[in-house]
């Protein structure tokens, strides 16, 4: 069990000398904000599924549990650009100006299945998000090194 308030600082991944905060770490006993997304967030997030730069490798997997599911259902997984893949073990790092966003690869089924809004500032960051290029490599990197 993660739980982080929506722009807590995020210390999931460890020591962070920037200006790091939670996005989307939701659990069944905490509330969370509802709402519709623009179209595109979902690709967005797809796309930055799968470029997603990642300060450390975690070991395992999280779970959802605002689906109320069992113990060895297993991971939830969703097809990305015709792979399955598996949601729950990757990190989303989203950086803007000086801020890095963390989020789980969760948040999508987050958004999907359960209709959670994000913080319009991480909506924002993602919407003018470029995963594809070396400049987001190079940005997360600064940020998260403080430098
Ligand atoms: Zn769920």
Same mark, same amino acid.
């Given at each position: 069990? /993660? *739980?982080?308030?929506?722009? @807590?600082?995020?210390? *999931? %991944?460890?020591?962070?000398?920037?200006?790091?905060?939670?996005?989307?770490?939701?659990?069944?006993?905490? !509330?969370?904000?509802?709402?519709?997304? +623009?179209? $595109?967030?979902? /690709?967005? %997030?797809?796309?930055?599924?799968?470029?997603?730069? +990642?300060? =450390?490798?975690?070991? $395992?997997?999280?779970?959802?549990?605002?689906?109320?599911? +069992?113990?060895?259902?297993?991971?939830? /997984?969703?097809?990305? @650009?015709?792979?399955?893949?598996?949601?729950?073990?990757?990190?989303?790092?989203?950086?803007?100006?000086?801020?890095?966003?963390?989020?789980?690869? %969760?948040? =999508?089924?987050? =958004?999907?299945?359960? !209709?959670?809004?994000?913080?319009?500032?991480?909506?924002? @960051?993602?919407?003018? %998000? !470029?995963? /594809?290029?070396?400049?987001?490599?190079?940005?997360?990197?600064? =940020?998260?090194?403080?430098?």
């Amino acid at each position: 069990m /993660t *739980y982080f308030a929506d722009l @807590a600082p995020f210390t *999931y %991944l460890g020591p962070c000398c920037g200006d790091a905060r939670a996005v989307g770490w939701l659990e069944a006993e905490h !509330d969370y904000v509802r709402g519709s997304v +623009q179209a $595109g967030v979902i /690709t967005a %997030l797809e796309c930055l599924f799968q470029h997603a730069w +990642q300060p =450390i490798v975690t070991a $395992g997997w999280h779970d959802c549990s605002l689906c109320g599911r +069992q113990p060895g259902d297993g991971p939830i /997984t969703r097809e990305i @650009a015709g792979a399955r893949e598996l949601l729950g073990v990757k990190n989303l790092l989203v950086p803007a100006g000086r801020v890095i966003y963390g989020a789980p690869s %969760l948040i =999508i089924h987050y =958004i999907e299945d359960h !209709d959670y809004r994000p913080p319009d500032e991480f909506l924002e @960051a993602l919407r003018v %998000l !470029d995963p /594809t290029g070396d400049d987001y490599q190079a940005a997360c990197e600064r =940020i998260w090194n403080g430098s």
